[in-house]
Nanobody, 120 residues
Framework: DVQLVESGGGSVQAGGALRLSCVASGSSSHKCMGWFRQVPGKEREGVALIHVTGRPWYTDSVKDRFTISQDNGKNTVTLQMNGLRPEDSGMHFC????????????????WGQGTQVTVS
């Protein structure tokens, strides 16, 4: 299994920045890590993904504002969020997938407990 622990959420004004971090631990390996966002009443949606090789993917709404990165030696994935907008608000979850990177949440086996981001 893989355990994921997120940190770095909080409340900021529009235009501000936050940095989310996720530390992975456990005995299983994974090929992809990602950040997903969920707001009440809506499905969880992908924000940014990163393959173990370092290749990133971003949902259109965050391109040129967010940067996902990883430190494989520390099993850490980070999401730097700049130029935050109110629509970026939501519970942000770190996730790990064993085989492939995918925007489909059912393909992700491991999830963290989430960290709240609020932009006003």
């Amino acid at each position: 299994d893989v355990q994921l622990v997120e940190s770095g959420g909080g409340s900021v004004q529009a235009g501000g920045a936050l940095r989310l971090s996720c530390v992975a631990s456990g005995s299983s390996s994974h090929k992809c890590m990602g950040w997903f966002r969920q707001v009440p009443g809506k499905e969880r949606e992908g924000v940014a993904l990163i393959h173990v090789t370092g290749r990133p993917w971003y949902t259109d709404s965050v391109k040129d504002r967010f940067t996902i990165s990883q430190d494989n030696g520390k099993n850490t994935v980070t999401l730097q969020m700049n130029g935050l907008r109110p629509e970026d608000s939501g519970m942000h979850f770190c996730a790990a997938a064993e085989l492939v990177c995918s925007w489909t949440t059912k393909n992700w086996r491991y999830w963290g407990q989430g960290t709240q981001v609020t932009v006003s």
